[in-house]
């Protein structure tokens, strides 16, 4: 289905419903945001109700295991009154301006999928539900006050009549969209904040559920890749002769750094990608080294000529001649993203027409893509959104789309689905950027920061995403030199410091980056929070105290602070030979804490336990709130203890879970959530559990060892 522009007029609903056959068809209004029009605040997604009844919600965010569309359906539902278990959540099939977040972009990430929709979902269901009760008001001669929506029905109650949504939709959709409609009240509101089933699982029980991995279309080839070990490097030169007598094999096809071998099936394809004659260009990073990166971003911390990016009152006290000073140095490593789904796309694409049934979350990351490399304009473009297998922002881009549609060309337009190997992803593919930081704090007589200068250095990610870094610090109230995906976490940090001065040493590498779950906030936590506790233990403070006596009037902060110090009993001694440590981080609009509980033995590290506060504003699903805040501790701790990318002659040295270890299920820790509501906005979950954990783990084996860990990830540094 081709999503249709519609403004909120009479006309244009009335024209809505003809091509849709009969369907009361309301659009979502974004507000408008910086630098748009007024009428670009008007969304193509929307609910559209037919005449039997069904609802159907169209809206452009991806389900990729976060629950995003049962909590979106949960609002709908609750604010139109309809039946909450037989509303369809889909997704458009062709990127649109009017589908796009305030990134500019059709995107899937940020935890936008209930916060930058919750508003939006409301007033259009509260315009449907009242076009419907107006329609029963005159079919029944009533009052339209006097009836109520529930269950998908328009109610009556002082005579006990009904009416079934399907049968108003023909009257509604002739009445005029009410331009301010009227909420439901709180007291009214039954669904949200209530622990429901979600939408997909009954399809994911009972394998139905389809990922990229299931899609099979008729006469489907398969396509393996084989990519160029240096990120740089291109392709020099191929020997298709040297597997087309291969069994199985129908093309070699040529693709940006590799080749994609199509044959009848991907183990025959993949074998020939193996043995395939292919020969890349030499490149000056060939023998590039995580030593040597490493080096650079030393020598980025020491640069002399790097500008301020952000400013709190006065530079000059940060850099104080008397009284005490704490200082410290930390670093993070390159990481993967390892989906559990790996990386695949299926293709069918001509001149004329291409298709893609992909698990994505960058719809207009693949658009562009398809749009620059084979000039695929955007209305000959249909994207197919299956659920997603993970995400965690590696599927934000557009590559194996290219691949799969150009291998899909060279057949002839038969569909191609092209799948990387866990080794592809791994040692091909894109990895959140190195960092390197360095924190220098001035402390008055009482022990409290009166100043503080962060210098990070490394890559500016954002520029991967189209970023203009003096633009983003101009529409953000830096400085300079601001891009949000290396400095979040540290520019709009909540902590009360009275003179603060943030520089970003950039660092350009030639590797692939991309977006990793919760992004500069992974890193930039652990090493404010990390720095936070040094300046704790310095000054012979608890923790928990010096925190909150930064947070002077972050009702927020102190809040999760104040939980999370009740769950973990934080006031009472640890037990022998555990420590206890704590980290809060404020990210996508919510605020995080965490007492992490680990031991250290002759084994190595035990993490026991973790506490967790959270305060999102209003928890439309608990208990996914609840999952999202477990998923995110164990994907952290996965990633504070083990995992990290290094680089030798150019390339990855790691490949596969064998030497890019996750979390196992018996090293997983009890996981303790608390929700913290205090009126706050609405914010994301499925993001900010991630940045408190390394951090409340480092000062946890601080407390139990006495040792300083300032680099991840842990267990190099830690001998069992």
Aim: hydrophobic residues 40%.
């Amino acid at each position: 289905m081709k999503p249709q522009h519609f403004t909120l007029t009479r006309r244009s609903f009335l024209a809505g419903a003809i091509a849709a056959g009969a369907a009361l068809v309301i659009p979502l209004r974004l507000p408008a945001w910086a630098g748009q029009s007024e009428t670009a605040g008007f969304s193509q997604a929307f609910i559209r109700i037919d005449t039997s009844g069904q609802v159907t919600f169209l809206l452009p965010t991806c389900e990729m295991g976060q629950g995003t569309h049962t909590g979106q359906a949960q609002v709908l539902a609750e604010e139109l009154g309809a039946d909450w278990p037989s509303i369809i959540v889909d997704m458009p099939k062709q990127p649109a301006p009017d589908y796009r977040l305030p990134s500019g972009q059709m995107l899937s990430v940020g935890s936008y999928g209930i916060r930058a929709w919750y508003d939006p979902l409301r007033r259009a269901a509260a315009q449907a539900r009242e076009m419907l009760t107006q329609a029963a008001g005159m079919r029944l001669g009533v009052e339209p006050a006097t009836l109520q929506a529930e269950n998908g029905f328009i109610l009556h109650a002082a005579s006990e009549r009904s009416l079934p949504f399907g049968e108003l939709v023909e009257d509604a959709i002739t009445l005029p969209v009410p331009e301010e409609p009227t909420l439901r009240p709180d007291d009214q509101r039954t669904l949200t904040g209530r622990v429901v089933p979600r939408l997909d699982t009954p399809a994911k029980v009972t394998g139905k559920a389809v990922y990229a991995m299931d899609v099979e279309r008729e006469g489907t080839l398969y396509g393996a890749a084989r990519l160029a070990p240096v990120f740089s490097a291109e392709v020099e030169a191929i020997d298709e002769s040297s597997v087309s007598a291969m069994p199985g094999v129908v093309a070699v096809v040529r693709v940006p750094r590799g080749a994609v071998v199509v044959a009848d099936s991907w183990w025959q394809a993949k074998q020939a990608a193996d043995a395939l004659d292919i020969a890349f260009t030499q490149t000056s990073a060939d023998d590039l080294s995580t030593d040597a990166i490493d080096t650079m971003l030393r020598e980025g911390l020491d640069r002399a000529d790097v500008p301020v990016s952000t400013l709190r009152g006065d530079a000059e006290a940060t850099l104080p001649t008397g009284g005490q000073v704490v200082e410290a140095e930390y670093s993070v490593p390159l990481l993967a993203h390892v989906c559990m789904e790996p990386i695949n796309c299926t293709a069918e694409s001509t001149e004329e027409r291409t298709a893609l049934w992909i698990g994505t979350q960058g719809h207009d990351m693949v658009r562009r893509t398809l749009e620059n490399a084979l000039q695929v304009p955007a209305e000959r473009l249909f994207i197919n959104t299956t659920y997603l297998g993970g995400g965690f922002g590696r599927k934000t881009h557009g590559e194996i789309a290219l691949q799969a549609a150009l291998a899909s060309r060279a057949v002839g337009g038969r569909p191609v689905k092209v799948l990387w190997a866990r080794e592809d992803d791994v040692q091909q593919g894109r990895y959140r950027q190195t960092m390197m930081c360095r924190v220098r704090a001035a402390l008055d007589d009482t022990g409290n920061i009166i100043g503080m200068r962060i210098r990070v250095a490394g890559p500016q990610m954002g520029r991967e995403y189209g970023m203009d870094p003096e633009q983003m610090a101009q529409a953000t109230g830096n400085l300079a030199n601001f891009d949000p995906f290396s400095l979040g976490g540290l520019s709009d940090m909540s902590y009360v410091i009275p003179n603060l001065v943030i520089e970003h040493a950039v660092v350009d590498l030639p590797v692939p980056l991309c977006a990793w779950r919760s992004i500069a906030y992974s890193f930039n936590g652990f090493f404010l929070e990390s720095f936070m506790d040094e300046c704790a233990a310095a000054t012979g403070r608890d923790p928990l105290e010096f925190r909150r006596s930064h947070c002077t009037e972050q009702a927020r902060m102190l809040a999760v602070l104040d939980r999370v110090a009740e769950m973990s009993r934080w006031s009472e001694l640890a037990s022998e030979g555990m420590g206890r440590g704590l980290a809060v981080v404020e990210s996508y609009g919510s605020c995080v804490a965490q007492v992490v509980e680990a031991r250290v033995d002759d084994a190595g590290i035990h993490v026991e336990r973790v506490h967790a506060a959270i305060d999102c504003g209003r928890a439309i699903n608990p208990g996914q709130v609840e999952a999202q805040m477990q998923g995110s501790v164990i994907d952290a701790l996965g990633a504070a203890l083990r995992q990290k990318v290094t680089l030798r002659d150019g390339h990855a040295e790691q490949s596969n879970f064998h030497d890019y270890p996750l979390l196992r299920i018996g090293e997983a820790p009890s996981v303790a959530v608390s929700l913290v509501e205090i009126g706050s906005p609405l914010g994301g979950v499925g993001e900010p559990g991630v940045p408190p954990l390394a951090p409340a783990l480092a000062n946890a084996l601080f407390a139990a060892t006495q040792q300083r860990i300032r680099h991840l990830p842990l267990t190099d540094h830690v001998q069992g």
